[in-house]
């Protein structure tokens, strides 16, 4: 399905339908949107396959098709969607500042070599910790954890400090505190705080969202990897984030694609519910030992998932169930795709190269 009612339509737009229709012949995965705008407005908005591989359908899970309010599961675009986005507004706000350490705040468990970390070190990956712990093994389930929280710093303040010599390392488990924190400070989850400070002051609510079964049916969101006999469908695919409860930092948030470009621009024409000061400091911050922004990525070379250069001014994230958002500060333009690959592949060779064929294609006639 694809909008065609669209303000200037891409040239490219054909070919964008025709990759990602083969994508799904391929069984790369069984559900994408894919929207494209910039200045003039939405120059692309395509949907397409269904929730669902019809080869894996059961009685509980059938296969429906995907329109343009179809969910998604984002994975890690939660992180500068949801939770930079939070500490930013709290920045903002003058509840936090970003130089301000984790030894400031007793409410987080955190070990002693973390203790010295800031905020911003936290939001660009600039930190010793390792990039992922398990929460869903057997020390999660000890009856003696009152919460789903306590476990977690429990195995971080019993870890050890990376010993790699990198000086950054993308890591799950910074988000997870970041989210925590955003959980103290204004005494709720993070979903409800999400909803309340920025899904609803933009009108997102209905196509933006963590935990949607709360909210709308199973058949209008798409499902992803495999969880026990069933597909997980609503639920987060990343395991800590259901060990969490669904509700992290890092991973749990679920959107469309035309609500993830909807968010970006209202970073950039004045209606996001933050001053364009903080907001041009996280997307624009620098340090000389991470190229990440204030949670947001940047292209990494010139074979970048973005399909844009190292030095070209984009700043952007991926999420590992197969969705990606990338924006140009100076063109103007955000391209935004989501896929659910874990649905049917393990494996990131076949959607790492159908990103960068459409992130080239349609950054190519960008003005």
């Known amino acids: 399905m694809t909008n065609f009612n669209l303000a200037q339509p891409l040239p490219q737009l054909d070919k964008c339908v025709e990759l990602l229709q083969n994508a799904i012949e391929q069984s790369h995965f069984s559900a994408a949107q894919f929207v494209v705008s910039d200045k003039s407005g939405i120059r692309a908005d395509i949907a397409v396959g269904t929730t669902i591989a019809k080869n894996h359908s059961n009685p509980y899970q059938k296969p429906y098709p995907v329109d343009h309010s179809t969910l998604f599961d984002v994975a890690s675009i939660t992180k500068p969607i949801a939770t930079a986005g939070l500490i930013m507004q709290a920045v903002n706000a003058k509840f936090l500042d970003l130089s301000l350490k984790l030894v400031n705040f007793d409410s987080i468990g955190v070990p002693s070599w973390l203790l010295g970390s800031t905020i911003a070190d936290l939001l660009s990956h600039h930190t010793m910790l390792k990039p992922w712990i398990d929460l869903s093994g057997s020390h999660y389930k000890y009856s003696r954890f009152r919460s789903a929280r306590e476990p977690f710093e429990e195995i971080l303040q019993e870890s050890e400090p990376r010993t790699d010599g990198a000086t950054y390392c ?187 064929k459409l992130y080239r294609l349609c950054w190519s006639d960008a003005r």
């Not at 621009?265 to 204030?294: Q, W």
Request: net charge neutral; charged share 25%; hydrophobic share 35%.
């Open 170 to 356: 993308y890591s799950d488990l910074g988000y997870i505190l970041l989210g925590f924190l955003i959980e103290d400070l204004y005494g709720d989850t993070i979903s409800n705080i999400f909803a309340n400070k920025i899904a609803i002051p933009l009108g997102l609510d209905k196509e933006m969202m963590f935990c949607p079964l709360h909210k709308i049916e199973q058949k209008k969101i798409v499902a992803t990897c495999k969880v026990g006999h069933q597909f997980a469908q609503g639920h987060p695919d990343d395991s800590n984030a259901r060990a969490l409860l669904h509700r992290a930092g890092h991973a749990g948030l679920f959107a469309s694609a035309r609500a993830i470009d909807a968010y970006v621009r209202a970073l950039f024409d004045g209606s996001f519910p933050c001053s364009k000061k903080i907001i041009n400091e996280f997307v624009s911050y620098r340090h000389i030992e991470t190229p990440y922004a204030l949670g947001w990525d940047r292209p990494t070379g010139d074979n970048s998932l973005s399909g844009a250069n190292k030095d070209d001014h984009v700043i952007g994230h991926l999420g590992f169930t197969g969705c990606s958002v990338w924006y140009d500060l100076d063109k103007k333009r955000c391209i935004t795709l989501l896929t659910n690959r874990t649905h049917l592949s393990n494996s990131t060779d076949d959607i790492n190269e159908l990103r960068r």
